[in-house]
């Protein structure tokens, strides 16, 4: 009997363990979400940069929200206006954005008169890209207001860990 009354409680031992693991120690159960545990996902990079970059987006399109620019479409700005004369191509590459979907977000950019698209010289098939005079107004202002949006990225996570995160994420841009 004393026996079976050790298994028993070993049993029970590594059942509240395994439900401590599954829940991280919290308590189950509510329709918050923050009581659900994530188990081994709390040791997942991938996770853990995902929900930052959720977080990253939900305060650039808040900062940005008065000139209603999204992240992607500032990219795209950024980079004709560094590169003025690139191909779609070219840009959708860079960005790593699909094409189709750049055609969409230039159509976009083109009816705000940020972009121009002129046909290539060398190539009918191919435009090259070019920032208005009213795209570069534009863009000094979406910049200004990026540099707010890094500015509480700063303060969300530390200057000096914002910038050791951006030493390790360079390899991949």
């Known amino acids: ?15 509240i363990r395994r439900r ?3 829940t991280n120690g919290r308590a189950s159960g509510g ?24 977080w990253i987006f939900q305060d650039f399109i808040k900062t940005l929200a008065a ?11 950024t980079v004709i206006g560094a590169n003025p ?10 960005l790593g954005i699909e094409r189709a979907r750049l055609v969409h977000l230039l159509d976009s950019l ?20 070019h920032l208005t005079a009213r795209g570069r107004t534009a863009l000094a202002q979406f910049r200004r207001l990026a540099a ?12 000096e860990n914002r910038e050791q995160l951006l030493q390790i994420l360079a390899g991949f841009t």
Do not use: N, W
């Not at 707010?148 to 200057?159: D, F, N, S, T, Y």
């Open 85 to 94: 004369g690139l191909s779609q191509m070219a840009v959708a590459k860079r």
């Open 67 to 77: 000139v209603d620019i999204r992240p992607t479409q500032y990219s795209v700005m």
């Open 148 to 159: 707010e949006h890094e500015r509480h990225v700063a303060e969300k996570i530390g200057k």
């Open 20 to 22: 401590a693991r599954a």
């Open 31 to 54: 329709d918050t979400g923050d009581d659900v545990g994530l188990d081994a996902l709390v040791g997942h990079a991938g996770y853990a940069v995902r929900r930052f970059q959720l």
């Open 110 to 129: 083109e009816e705000r008169d940020f972009v121009s698209r002129i046909p290539s010289a060398t190539d009918r098939r191919s435009h090259a890209l």
């Open 1 to 15: 009997m004393a026996s079976r009354q050790k298994t028993s409680r070993k049993a029970t031992a590594v059942a």
